[in-house]
């Protein structure tokens, strides 16, 4: 096998470890999402929900959990705190960060300190009900999934609808097309767009016009199995993806038939739900980086390196 180190401890790629991360200690409230920023550093969302009234609360942040700076705020009032759903991405193209809440999209310029917004409720194509998962594609158009909808739509860099994807199925049946609960996006350099499927257990892959195009995994504990994929983060060849259910991230080499490259159990964090993988490249014999995994209580972090 190949030789990874993570932490202080060496272990044997494909083969499934326990990893310990650290937790951050810096005071703050519960995290709603992660996303790499372009130095490297770590976008948070944060909010605080009382008296029907929720802060929310973009910053930068050291890997390691120190504050940086303060990226965007906003208060709002709402119903009850599962109305809200949040998501943060950075894009190196037009170096923007999104955020959702319930059905608006806010781009962020954290240079100019700017924002904008954009975002109609309803059922009808180009219409939002609760964003889950956002994602930049190579051109700077913005993919937006909802998992109250169960479909991903695209928009422009300037709020215009291009088309959306995905079908909810009432029977609970897997088609090629149908989603439930998808809850992250990630895109390649092609376009592909790939999204955690969660409740269907699986990575559904779609083209650049929201063609389908495969499907990776299936309901399981096994290598190559999933238990509610939550989280994506693609980097090279490597597709990382962090499971709720089964508490663990899978590497995935897209290039060689979808083979999981490891898998890192996570003992020491309950229920992981966001993650951000900050690594210089990714491929099937080189897993490097730093790894950010948050619940919904506490953000943790590690280092990993590899070598042959």
């Known amino acids: 096998g190949i030789n990874a180190e993570y932490g202080d401890v060496t272990k044997t790629c494909l083969r499934t470890e326990n990893t310990y991360f650290e937790e951050w200690t810096t005071e703050?409230?519960?995290?709603?999402?992660?996303?790499?920023?372009?130095?490297?550093?770590?976008?948070?969302?944060?909010?605080?929900?009382?008296?029907?009234?929720?802060?929310?609360?973009?910053?930068?942040?050291?890997?390691?959990?120190?504050?940086?700076?303060?990226?965007?705020?906003?208060?709002?009032?709402?119903?009850?705190?599962?109305?809200?759903?949040?998501?943060?991405?950075?894009?190196?193209?037009?170096?923007?960060?999104?955020?959702?809440?319930?059905?608006?999209?806010?781009?962020?310029?954290?240079?100019?300190?700017?924002?904008?917004?954009?975002?109609?409720?309803?059922?009808?194509?180009?219409?939002?009900?609760?964003?889950?998962?956002?994602?930049?594609?190579?051109?700077?158009?913005?993919?937006v999934a909802d998992d109250k909808l169960n479909r991903?739509?695209?928009?422009?860099?300037?709020?215009?609808?291009?088309?959306?994807?995905g079908t909810s199925r009432k029977d609970g049946s897997i088609s090629e097309h149908s989603l439930n609960n998808p809850s992250a996006l990630a895109v390649d350099a092609q376009d592909r767009v790939y999204v955690a499927d969660t409740d269907n257990d699986r990575i559904a892959v779609f083209n650049h016009e929201g063609c389908y195009v495969k499907s990776i995994g299936s309901k399981g504990s096994k290598m190559g199995e999933f238990s509610e994929p939550c989280a994506l983060q693609l980097k090279g060849n490597v597709l990382a993806v962090l499971e709720k259910g089964n508490k663990r991230i899978q590497f995935i080499c897209l290039e060689s038939d979808n083979t999981v490259v490891t898998t890192l159990l996570l003992p020491n964090i309950s229920r992981p739900c966001h993650m951000i993988w900050i690594a210089s490249r990714g491929v099937k014999d080189q897993i490097t980086g730093e790894l950010v995994v948050a619940n919904e209580k506490k953000v943790y972090f590690n280092t990993l390196s590899s070598n042959k």
């Not at 943060?88 to 310029?109: P, T, Y």
């Not at 991903?152 to 994807?165: D, K, N, Q, R, Y």
């Open 28 to 143: 703050m409230q519960p995290p709603m999402g992660l996303s790499g920023s372009n130095s490297g550093n770590v976008f948070v969302i944060e909010s605080l929900w009382k008296n029907q009234k929720q802060k929310v609360r973009v910053c930068e942040m050291s890997i390691k959990g120190e504050v940086i700076k303060d990226v965007w705020a906003c208060s709002r009032v709402c119903q009850s705190p599962s109305d809200m759903a949040h998501s943060v991405v950075s894009s190196d193209g037009v170096k923007m960060v999104g955020v959702g809440i319930r059905h608006e999209l806010i781009l962020v310029n954290p240079e100019l300190k700017k924002s904008y917004k954009f975002g109609k409720h309803g059922s009808y194509p180009g219409q939002l009900q609760r964003i889950s998962s956002l994602a930049f594609s190579s051109v700077g158009n913005i993919l």
């Open 152 to 165: 991903v739509s695209m928009f422009s860099p300037e709020g215009e609808f291009i088309l959306c994807f």
